[in-house]
T-cell receptor, first 110, second 115 residues
Framework: QKEVEQNSGPLSVPEGAIASLNCTYSDRGSQSFFWYRQYSGKSPELIMSIYSNGDKEDGRFTAQLNKASQYVSLLIRDSQPSDSATYLC??????????FGKGTRLSVIA | DVKVTQSSRYLVKRTGEKVFLECVQD?????MFWYRQDPGLGLRLIYF???????EKGDIPEGYSVSREKKERFSLILESASTNQTSMYLCASSSGTLSGANVLTFGAGSRLTVL
């Protein structure tokens, strides 16, 4: 059974701080890694993807991947109250559907 | 604006009823998916389809069936609704390209309550 594990939170950070969201996965053959954001009452939307070890930056967001440790993380710099949402980690192995984690709820306190 | 449209936002059904949840996408996507989302359980894949007339079971297909007669439409069917199928149902689609297959566009969701 392929598993993607996330701390459910809530993770509370003050406005302007760095929020660090973590995810581990069990399938060592996983090739693609994604972060989706879901606001309360809304549907998930893709915010980041990463495919190779290291860091990938997009604005205030940085995704980090360490395949040896089977670990992927999302850093949000200069956190804003509008970043308050549930963040879903998702992985897959080639041409198979995404496996989602249960999500981490982030609360940014103004 | 491209969209995945789910026909019903809220439904209330009785135990034993047959329930149809409709999903239509206007992006000419090859791939379509049905998930259910429950508190504490996250997103769980029910069925998916990579082509017209094609369907594959996901992680929790029991009690559900699907139909994909046209590329743009993917229907989820609850043959005999039960109370444990009360949930938020999310339809999603993605392109069949290597780069786009994991970029899921979700519909707004259908919240089903089975009494």
């Amino acid at each position: 059974q392929k598993e993607v594990e996330q701390n459910s939170g809530p993770l509370s950070v003050p406005e302007g701080a760095i929020a660090s969201l973590n995810c581990t996965y069990s399938d060592r053959g996983s090739q693609s890694f994604f972060w989706y954001r879901q606001y309360s009452g809304k549907s998930p939307e893709l915010i980041m993807s990463i495919y190779s070890n290291g860091d990938k930056e997009d604005g205030r967001f940085t995704a980090q991947l360490n395949k040896a440790s089977q670990y992927v993380s999302l850093l949000i710099r200069d956190s804003q109250p509008s970043d308050s949402a549930t963040y879903l980690c998702a992985v897959n192995r080639g041409n198979t559907p995404l496996v989602f984690g249960k999500g981490t709820r982030l609360s940014v306190i103004a | 604006d491209v969209k995945v449209t789910q026909s019903s936002r809220y439904l209330v059904k009785r135990t034993g009823e047959k329930v149809f949840l409709e999903c239509v996408q206007d992006m000419d996507h090859e791939n379509m998916f049905w998930y259910r989302q429950d508190p504490g359980l996250g997103l769980r894949l029910i069925y998916f389809s990579y082509d017209v007339k094609m369907k594959e079971k996901g992680d929790i297909p029991e009690g559900y069936s699907v139909s994909r007669e046209k590329k743009e439409r993917f229907s989820l069917i609850l043959e005999s609704a039960s109370t444990n199928q009360t949930s938020m149902y999310l339809c999603a689609s993605s392109s069949g390209t290597l780069s786009g297959a994991n970029v899921l566009t979700f519909g707004a969701g259908s919240r089903l309550t089975v009494l």
